[in-house]
């Protein structure tokens, strides 16, 4: 294995950091990439079709965080192979990734397309952007195939320590989607439905673009065409580890869809403003969230090698970076949140409310850079049936019914409606640093999970 590649010798700090920048800017582009949809919408569209791409693309975020999450379990898998230096293990486990998840997205397109109609009424899409956000939601629901393929992806190359190759993929997809968004929102004036083409459009052409660039690339893993197909014990072991991190990412952005619904209640402003508030806050979320994905793939190869007081060390190290930058987050979308999210629209009520939630994430800005570490830490070792229980306890316990109850005070307010989400992440914190010191204990048990993958690619 390259030097590249390698997390399990040498420094802790300076590799982390070389590895998680790149997986911060591919972050970036990649908030910009979904961002792009709503700035062009708002600057050449209406309220309308902001509130139906703001309703739409969180529909659409959710299933594909369902994805991300079971990729992590090809992640988590290929690292930890990587890290015992079973190269040809972990070319199985890959080629049985891919075929599982040509599987999931042709799954997805067959039911999305046809449902985008019914999922759109279950979000309460109001009532004067629904047949946008429908329009959105079926067109984006086309290239699901595009959308798993351009994740799973990015989970083989993190999981082998490469964060470089998925910058290049996501630098790909965005400018062709700026490029589709001027050309079908602000030239053709299709709102909605010509973001959502932009996206598709921009998908596909990035994908088989990645493909042609990976052939020629040397990997640290061994795999061929006979790898891609249908393993029982790889494909075993990549649900076990991924379908936790997935049924969290799935239920705890339920929670923030009933949030949206909630707030698409009290009409297409405050809905607007809050969709305008979560583009935003993908960029406030942007260094924890790298983080996040940085050390799963640091502490998997640790693990795999045997080194969980290097994996801790890790952890700690990302705590301390990670807190610094979220102060930072935290002044920028408390104090300056009305100016960002003119960014995005000229509306002066849009503005308002926007800026109103930002205040209220700001805080979790601050929180996350303590949780998220926390959950890439646990999802390296495996554990990500803990990972999946402390969201859905700060989700279903904490900010679904903060988020309820503050929607019937007498004055509700978006920043009030936002202050859920700091309050679960509390919980969950603690959650997070109980389990961590319950580890401690128990580590000479050898309780750390060590999945055995199969040896090859035909049982």
Request: proline share 3%; net charge neutral.
């Amino acid at each position: 294995m390259t030097h590249e590649h390698n997390f399990t010798q040498g420094k802790i700090m300076a590799p982390l950091m070389k590895f998680a920048l790149p997986v911060m800017l591919a972050m970036l582009l990649q908030a910009l990439y979904g961002a792009v949809d709503l700035i062009i919408v708002g600057q050449f569209s209406d309220a309308v079709n902001v509130s139906a791409v703001s309703t739409g693309s969180q529909i659409i975020m959710t299933i594909t965080l369902v994805v991300t999450g079971l990729s992590m379990g090809v992640t988590i898998l290929t690292g930890q192979k990587i890290g015992e230096g079973r190269p040809e293990v972990a070319g199985h486990v890959v080629g049985s990734g891919i075929h599982l998840f040509i599987l999931i997205g042709m799954l997805l397109t067959v039911i999305m397309v046809p449902g985008a109609g019914a999922v759109s009424a279950l979000m309460q899409a109001p009532a004067e952007a629904f047949t946008e956000t429908v329009q959105y939601v079926r067109i984006s629901s086309a290239g699901f195939l595009f959308i798993t393929a351009y994740n799973v992806l990015g989970s083989i190359f993190r999981g082998i320590g490469d964060s470089k190759m998925p910058l290049i993929t996501v630098a790909i997809a965005t400018v062709i989607n700026i490029i589709g968004d001027l050309v079908f929102v602000a030239a053709f004036h299709w709102g909605a439905g010509g973001a959502a083409l932009a996206t598709v459009i921009a998908q596909a052409v990035s994908v088989l673009l990645s493909f042609m660039i990976i052939r020629k690339r040397k990997l640290p893993f061994v795999m061929t065409k006979k790898d891609i197909s249908f393993d029982r014990l790889n494909t075993a072991w990549i649900l076990k580890l991924g379908i936790p991190v997935a049924l969290q990412d799935l239920l705890v952005n339920i929670s923030f869809l009933v949030i949206l619904a909630i707030v698409n209640s009290m009409g297409v402003v405050y809905s607007a403003g809050l969709g305008v508030a979560e583009k935003l806050c993908m960029f406030i979320m942007l260094i924890p969230s790298s983080y996040m994905q940085s050390m799963s793939a640091f502490v998997a190869q640790n693990i795999g090698a045997e080194k969980p007081d290097r994996a801790r060390k890790a952890l700690l190290c990302g705590i301390g970076t990670s807190v610094a930058a979220g102060i930072c987050m935290f002044w920028l979308g408390f104090f300056h949140g009305d100016l960002l999210s003119m960014i995005f629209t000229k509306d002066a009520g849009i503005v308002v409310q926007a800026f109103d939630y930002l205040k209220a994430y700001a805080i979790d800005a601050l929180l996350t850079s303590f949780l998220f570490c926390f959950i890439g830490y646990f999802n390296g070792c495996g554990r990500t049936l803990f990972v999946m229980i402390q969201g859905l306890v700060g989700a279903f316990l904490v900010r679904i019914p903060v988020s309820y109850f503050m929607s019937l005070t007498d004055d509700p307010t978006l920043f009030k409606i936002g202050l859920a989400t700091p309050c679960s992440t509390i919980v969950q914190i603690v959650l997070c640093a109980g389990f961590f010191i319950i580890l401690l204990r128990k580590e000479k048990r050898g309780t750390l999970i060590e999945p055995e993958a199969s040896e090859n690619g035909n049982n």
